[in-house]
């Protein structure tokens, strides 16, 4: 596919700076707002806001790695961009809706491309009931956390916390506990995609509970609420030999 009207954005860091001049010189800068196509420069932290940024204009988004990890992004080159994006192939996300209820009434939502995270917030571990599809499967897990995972997050923090990875097409969210104490041996659960998630922190006020969707977190809570929005399906791109499924592929590899 062809894109004519090519807009770059990048993270603050002198390497993105950089490497948005270099680009920019090159092959000018259209605006986003009315781009074919957001190239963006930076690291994967970077590329989740990019993709909140622009999550509701749904147009593609190609990055290019100018920070550290880059699982999310291509290799930098300033030469032969366009015949890259031609050739680019595409993976639509799944983005996780969490809403969540605080401990003074008030009601939040947010959107997460790869995991919303429950934490404890004090030297007490957090003590939650799990709902799905609104039936208890677990009255109480002792821990430090929870974290339920996209295909594309998969790999990233619920992976640190042994979560399992997930390829993309495989239509499953991970439920993954952080330093589950009770049931000391619970190792989570793969859940189908279409699975409503509740979370109900208990002893909320003694036992205090935040919650994280990407980068925007509530404080204090007392349940989230966690499903996929089938209406928002975020659009990457990728170099053939860097596609986003390989990758999840070979992380079940590596040592």
């Given at each position: 596919m062809k894109y004519n009207k090519i807009a770059f954005v990048a993270a603050r860091q002198k390497q993105a700076q950089d490497a948005l001049k270099k680009m920019q010189t090159k092959y000018g800068?259209?605006?986003?707002?009315?781009?074919?196509?957001?190239?963006?420069?930076?690291?994967?932290g970077y590329?989740?806001?990019t993709l909140h940024k622009?999550?509701?204009?749904?147009?593609?988004?190609?990055?290019?790695?100018?920070?550290?990890?880059?699982?999310?992004?291509?290799?930098?080159?300033?030469?032969?961009?366009?015949?890259?994006?031609?050739?680019?192939q595409a993976i639509?996300?799944?983005?996780?809706?969490?809403?969540?209820?605080?401990l003074n009434?008030?009601?939040?939502?947010?959107?997460?491309?790869?995991?919303?995270?429950?934490?404890?917030?004090?030297?007490l571990a957090a003590k939650l009931k799990i709902k799905i599809d609104g039936k208890v499967q677990m009255e109480e897990?002792?821990?430090d956390g929870a974290i339920v995972a996209t295909?594309?997050?998969s790999t990233a923090y619920n992976l640190s916390a042994h979560g399992p990875i997930i390829p993309l097409g495989a239509d499953l969210m991970a439920l993954t506990p952080i330093s589950a104490f009770r049931p000391r041996q619970w190792r989570g659960a793969l859940l189908p995609s279409d699975a409503k998630i509740e979370f109900e922190v208990l002893d909320?006020?003694?036992?205090?509970?935040?919650?994280?969707?990407?980068?925007?977190?509530?404080?204090?809570?007392?349940s989230v609420t966690i499903c996929e929005d089938g209406s928002l399906k975020p659009t990457l791109l990728f170099d053939p030999e860097h596609n986003l499924e390989d990758r999840i592929v070979r992380e079940q590899f590596l040592l």
């Open positions: 800068n259209s605006d986003p707002a009315k781009a074919d196509v957001i190239v963006a420069l930076g690291g994967d590329m989740l806001r622009f999550l509701k204009r749904n147009v593609p988004i190609f990055g290019m790695n100018r920070g550290s990890v880059g699982f999310l992004m291509n290799e930098f080159k300033v030469i032969g961009l366009k015949k890259r994006l031609e050739q680019a639509n996300l799944h983005p996780l809706r969490m809403k969540v209820t605080e009434g008030k009601t939040r939502e947010a959107l997460a491309i790869n995991e919303v995270s429950l934490l404890r917030q004090t030297r897990l002792i821990c295909p594309a997050g909320p006020h003694e036992r205090q509970v935040s919650v994280a969707a990407d980068g925007t977190e509530v404080r204090k809570i007392k």
